[in-house]
């Protein structure tokens, strides 16, 4: 081999190190995970409450009467949501939102998830699924035993895609037959760890019967009225 065939071979070796020194660089500044923060516009909040009339019997002196109640009563444990997603699959900079160099619709058939967390800024990098009912119930600090307690709300199983990944856990399922799935490692300790998360459905209904993309529930503070933040997340497919 000639010197100059040497030096024109090594020539070679160190641009192919260079292009991917480059290719490499542009790899690893691609790396995103999909899930993100979700803007919120609530259209409506409400609470049940008992509207029709106390029921009441007739009695006088030396009376003693069976009387059967039917009653409901509110949970103080448990809060919900539902609605539509809205938004598009997007190539930019981070520059904000109205900088895209490239925006494809986004189809809602194609399917997703929303999260909600009392954690502002979760580490999605490091869900897991299979949290146990009785770790909500600590975190809450919900009574096992209670009838509305995650260990008695907790009853399933599913899973929904975060990340790109399918992430399997333990869940409840909704009177429309939606699922919230609980994910946990999202850092912060306590409630923050914690994430409820169910898969977007074009063709869902919520309890009522309305046509919604997403439902959802996630535990409240327990005492009476005390209010708890909770943050929403999405990730487009």
């Known amino acids: 081999m000639s010197s100059f065939d040497a030096g ?3 020539g070679e070796i160190k ?13 690893c500044s691609g790396m995103a995970f999909a899930i993100g923060n979700a803007s919120v516009t609530e259209n409506t909040q409400s609470g049940w409450s008992d509207v029709t009339g106390a029921g009441s019997i007739i009695t006088e002196g030396g009376n003693v009467s069976n009387v059967t109640l039917d009653v409901n009563t509110s949970t103080e444990k448990w809060a919900g949501a ?5 938004g598009n699959l997007v190539l930019a900079e981070n520059l904000g939102t109205a900088n895209f160099m490239y925006t ?5 058939a194609s399917g997703g998830t929303v999260c909600v967390s009392t954690n502002n800024n979760p580490t999605w ?7 146990a009912a009785t770790a909500i119930d600590t975190a809450w600090s919900f009574t096992g035993s209670d009838a509305d307690s995650a260990a008695n709300t907790v009853t399933t199983t599913a899973s929904v895609t975060l990340n790109g ?6 869940a409840t399922s909704d009177t429309a037959s939606w699922e919230t799935v609980i994910v946990g490692g999202l850092g912060g300790g306590g409630k923050a760890d914690y994430g409820f998360c169910v898969a977007i459905d074009s063709t869902g209904s919520n309890y009522v019967g309305n ?3 997403y439902e959802l529930m996630m535990p409240t503070n327990a005492a009476a009225s005390t209010t708890e933040t909770y943050y929403f997340y999405a990730e487009l497919i």
Do not use: C, H, P, R
């Open 211 to 213: 046509a919604v993309d």
């Open 8 to 10: 024109q071979n090594l």
């Open 15 to 27: 641009m192919n190190k260079t292009i991917w020194a480059l290719a490499f660089v542009v790899l």
């Open 82 to 86: 539902y609605g539509e997603v809205d």
């Open 125 to 131: 990098a490091s869900v897991v699924g299979g949290v």
């Open 104 to 108: 494809w619709v986004y189809d809602e």
């Open 165 to 170: 990944a399918s992430v399997t856990g333990n």
